[in-house]
């Protein structure tokens, strides 16, 4: 071959490569497959859809359902007449009679979280969210704003029902409480901090269920929580009222309260369970208010003496009253039994009993396991409403103290930490309860030099004893009062 074919190969060569070179520029890069056993799958279409996962799709689901509620109260408020320096306590001790307080009302904004529960406008959040509110308004996370109003609340179960005006709005599903799992993974939403983020759309917390069944009190607002789910998904400020969901995108719980030592979360926030929530929601919407329950039993844990003297174990609570009008009665429960479960729950000692008991609501079924004379025996029956006539019977009023045995009903609505003893249910105006400073809710624990066990105690300390002293608990303070008669 001659030179000229040479480089005309050469050159054909090079027009080849320099083609194929311009086709890879132009043509789109292949995505990479794998084979994943009968199909194949695109890395990036994985990687997206990996994105999107179960915890997204939920929060997706549930959070056009969760409003933010902006809240007007009316609160008295004092002031000190004296000025600085002179505002402290020793003026206030030797001048107040001259210089007294003064009080006035002021209206301050409070923000909480809500969950709507059905097409037509129902919302579910915390009682003290809306306490004392004067005025509600409800804005949903597009920006839509309501009135809203109060259809019924309960301060024992720290639960409140409220309704606007809106037709075929989004609304979450309920799930079941029951169901969870320690360790699960659970998706917090709501409001913290109200609007401080300028954004009316709820903010998505991820963590698990730390534990189940905790029992935990308020240190600012003297309410007791029974059966509240505890979770580590950050709740702050602003998010009470607002749903704990699962991953399938069910509401399992309302997020009530938080332990902080700083004002934030520290990853230890309690939730109501949503089964609690759906009874309180039936009866709100059925009656427009939660009927009191009554069960009709006393009942006390066993000490180890008298388990050993019965021959007993020392396991479940023992039944020390029935109230003989009462459906306990009446499906053959008696006294000195010793109950062992509830529900399929079991009952080891009273604050299982106090935890099951605190969520109970009229209309409940309660199938109720027991020991009688070593023999396991079985009855149910219904729990009933409260009657009014059921506290005239059993009320005792001396020097215009009114008081009531201990039961749990009063436990539940006074908070109490006590499940035997007398509380005070009323004093009579300018009576001598009233001038002593005794107030209902608290527990009297002895008067004199005698131990107040129940109303004949209270009844016989009060009318033998002369120069006597007061020893009562209010809220967990143990108070000394002196009356000398």
Not at 8 to 28: K, N, S, T
Not at 231 to 258: F, K, M, R, Y
Not at 297 to 323: C, F, H, M, R
Not at 361 to 368: A, H, K, S, T, Y
Request: proline letters at 3%; zero cysteines.
């Amino acid at each position: 071959m001659k030179l000229r074919d040479y480089l005309l190969v050469i050159i054909g060569i090079a027009l080849g490569l320099f083609a194929v070179q311009v086709y890879r520029w132009l043509m789109p890069r292949p995505q990479v497959y794998y084979y994943e056993g009968a199909r194949l799958v695109g890395l990036n279409d994985e990687i997206s859809g990996q994105r999107s996962n179960a915890i997204v799709v939920a929060a997706q689901k549930v959070s056009p359902s969760v409003v933010s509620i902006t809240v007007v109260q009316t609160k008295v408020v004092s002031a000190s007449p004296f000025f600085s320096p002179f505002a402290d306590e020793f003026f206030r001790d030797f001048f107040g009679d001259f210089f007294p307080e003064r009080y006035y009302k002021q209206q301050i904004r409070s923000l909480g979280t809500g969950l709507i529960i059905s097409s037509d406008g129902y919302i579910i959040t915390n009682e003290h969210v809306i306490s004392n509110a004067a005025r509600i308004n409800i804005t949903l996370p597009d920006s839509r704003q309501f009135e809203g109003r109060v259809i019924a609340s309960d301060v024992s179960h720290d639960l409140a029902l409220l309704k606007i005006d809106g037709d075929d709005v989004s609304h979450a599903t309920l799930g079941d409480s029951d169901d969870l799992m320690i360790g699960e993974w659970v998706v917090a939403f709501g409001n913290p901090f109200g609007f401080l983020l300028e954004d009316t759309r709820p903010t998505v917390t991820v963590g698990v269920v730390s534990a189940l069944n905790r029992s935990i009190k308020s240190t600012r607002e003297d309410r007791v929580y029974k059966n509240m789910i505890q979770t580590d998904a950050a709740i702050n400020p602003g998010n009470s009222g607002g749903p704990l969901v699962n991953i399938l995108g069910e509401v399992v719980g309302l997020n009530t309260a938080i332990f902080t030592s700083g004002g934030g979360s520290e990853g230890i926030g309690f939730v109501r369970p949503i089964n609690d929530v759906k009874k309180f929601i039936n009866e709100a919407r059925e009656h427009g208010r939660v009927r009191v329950p009554w069960i009709g039993l006393w009942i006390k844990d066993i000490p180890q003496e008298t388990a050993e003297s019965s021959n007993i174990e020392p396991y479940g609570v023992l039944v020390s009253g029935v109230d003989v009008e009462s459906a306990a009665h009446g499906s053959g429960i008696k006294e000195g039994d010793r109950i062992i479960s509830i529900n399929g729950r079991s009952i080891e000692r009273v604050v299982d009993w106090n935890r099951f008991v605190s969520n109970v609501f009229v209309g409940d079924r309660l199938e109720v396991t027991f020991m009688r004379n070593g023999d396991r025996q079985n009855a149910a029956f219904v729990v009933e409403e409260f009657r009014e006539a059921d506290m005239l019977r059993t009320r005792v009023v001396v020097y215009g103290i009114q008081i009531q045995g201990i039961d749990e009903r009063l436990a539940r609505e006074y908070n109490l930490a006590y499940n035997e003893g007398v509380v005070v249910t009323d004093v009579e105006s300018s009576s001598v309860g009233d001038k002593l400073g005794i107030a209902p809710g608290d527990v009297v624990l002895m008067i004199g030099n005698i131990r107040i066990r129940n109303k004949t105690d209270f009844q016989k300390a009060l009318r033998y004893q002369r120069d006597m002293s007061f020893i009562i608990d209010r809220n967990g303070r143990i108070i000394q009062l002196y009356l000398g008669v």
